[in-house]
């Protein structure tokens, strides 16, 4: 894949032809972490013609420095922490905690936003592939890998297009695979790898949901 990626489509589409070997199989199951992530994993999802579902995390900003993730968290409870982080910056406790809690509130609007009544897809012995548009620190992708695990996956793919070496290095001793396409240096940011890489709004990801589960209603219909 050439950098800059073009878009989020461009780049699920190279993941999926990355992740060939998961394809048209009965067990696999891709989980997209939103809102960037919900783009690219639409487009594997369909490449590989598995279901589509999320995996809701949020990332806890750093007071003062939002972007800098001290840590996160995940649907089913998980909090992953970035030790280094929080004892450079002397976080207390009580601060981690109010962050924590102020983003357990968004995470519960954008489950109902998203998913509405939508029951939750069966996570136990499936092999989960777990999709964003990139990673920085890690800390949201290494949450809903520690929540997926509450819930006995057969396995946990992380795909990503782009990511800073040591992070994938990082997210290797909790996934069972990471799949990771570019690992360019010096990172930055995330969008920085993009040619195109618009903000995303709640209804632009509903829209693209509702598409593929159609898709996916009408196939077993």
Do not use: H
Request: glycine residues 6%.
């Amino acid at each position: 894949m050439r950098l800059p990626i073009e878009n989020r489509q461009t780049a699920g589409q190279a993941l999926a032809d990355a992740l060939g070997d998961y394809a048209q199989r009965d067990d696999v199951l891709i989980l997209a972490l939103p809102r960037g992530g919900v783009p690219v994993a639409c487009e594997v999802a369909e490449a590989l013609q598995a279901p589509l579902d999320l995996m809701l995390v949020r990332k806890l900003g750093t007071p003062g420095q939002q972007e800098l993730a001290m840590g996160a968290i995940a649907t089913g409870g998980a909090r992953v922490m970035n030790p280094d982080i929080v004892s450079a910056l002397a976080i207390d406790q009580q601060t981690i905690d109010a962050v924590a809690e102020r983003e357990q509130r968004e995470l519960e609007r954008r489950q109902q936003a998203y998913r509405g009544d939508r029951p939750l897809p069966r996570i136990d012995g499936r092999c989960v592939i777990l999709v964003d548009d990139g990673v920085a620190t890690g800390a949201t992708m290494r949450a809903a890998v520690a929540a997926l695990r509450q819930q006995q996956p057969a396995r946990v793919v992380v795909a990503v297009p782009i990511a800073p070496a040591e992070t994938v290095a990082k997210m290797e001793q909790g996934a069972d695979e990471v799949v990771c396409l570019e690992t360019p240096e010096p990172f930055i940011a995330i969008g920085r790898w993009y040619a195109d890489f618009p903000q995303l709004s709640d209804a632009e990801v509903r829209q693209q949901l509702a598409r593929l589960w159609d898709k996916e209603t009408e196939a077993t219909t």
